[in-house]
């Protein structure tokens, strides 16, 4: 149980364009969401907090128009990159917390979504 | 803000030894939560242990335990007879919430089971 799955596992986009990576809990409800960022070779930082119905909390020096959160569902979590650029490129993680919360109220992490922005 | 240091970039051990990653971290909070998390080459976190700052007794799960210092503000992890699988990145990480809150990861050691 509690697994968590993101698509596409490795995306290749071109500058300039816009690419969307879902996250979805398989066998759980999740309000909360979390989404990381994993430079190579580097610890993940929390870019935001996705609650389902609600806007996303981004993280101090995250640009919410760059990266649109959209948690739609109680299963299902978007992060879109906007006009995405090299610098872009990326591993991105999301996470995810049962509802209704029981036992060690954990969060359940995605497999990542390798982004290569040429 | 909360940070979290790990001060080992990198460690090797041999095969059945033990082996004792450190975590510093530094919070104004009474109450929170403590985490490692193994990264595997497949990059998929997986959480070792947890524990709660209000919890005096340290976590355990079976070859992982914790040694938890709130008042130096230390979570070291001791991985006893350490097992090729351990092969990892081990990431210390922090929340105030538990599951409510995104976590405040460290930097990371890389550590090497040698057979």
């Known amino acids: 149980g509690a697994v968590v799955s993101q698509h596409p596992s490795w995306v290749i986009c071109k500058s300039g364009t816009s690419v969307k990576i879902e996250c979805r809990s398989l066998d759980f409800q999740a309000t909360t969401m979390f989404w990381y960022r994993q430079f190579p070779k580097q610890s993940l930082m929390l870019m935001a907090t996705s609650n389902e119905g609600s806007k996303a909390t981004y993280e101090q020096g995250v640009e919410k128009d760059k990266f649109l959160i959209n948690h739609a569902s109680l299963t299902l979590s978007t992060l879109t990159v906007t006009s995405a650029h090299p610098e872009d490129s990326s591993f991105y993680i999301c996470s995810a917390r049962p509802w209704p919360v029981t036992g060690d109220d954990e969060q359940f992490f995605g497999p990542g979504t390798r982004l290569t922005v040429l | 803000a909360q940070t979290v240091t790990q001060s080992q970039p990198e460690m090797s051990v041999q095969e059945a030894e033990t082996v004792t990653l450190s975590c510093t971290y530094d919070?104004?909070?009474?109450?929170?939560?403590l985490f490692w998390y193994k990264q595997p080459p497949s990059r998929q976190m997986i959480l070792v242990i947890r524990q709660e700052a209000y919890k005096q007794q340290n976590a355990t799960e079976n070859r992982f335990s914790v040694n938890f210092q709130k008042a130096a503000k230390s979570f070291s992890l001791k991985i006893s007879d350490s097992q090729l699988g351990d092969t990892a990145m081990y990431f210390c990480?922090?929340?105030?919430?538990?599951?409510?809150?995104?976590?405040?990861f460290g930097k990371g050691t890389h550590l090497i089971i040698q057979p």
């Open positions: 919070t104004s909070e009474n109450n929170y939560y």
């Open positions: 990480a922090f929340n105030v919430g538990g599951g409510a809150d995104g976590l405040t």
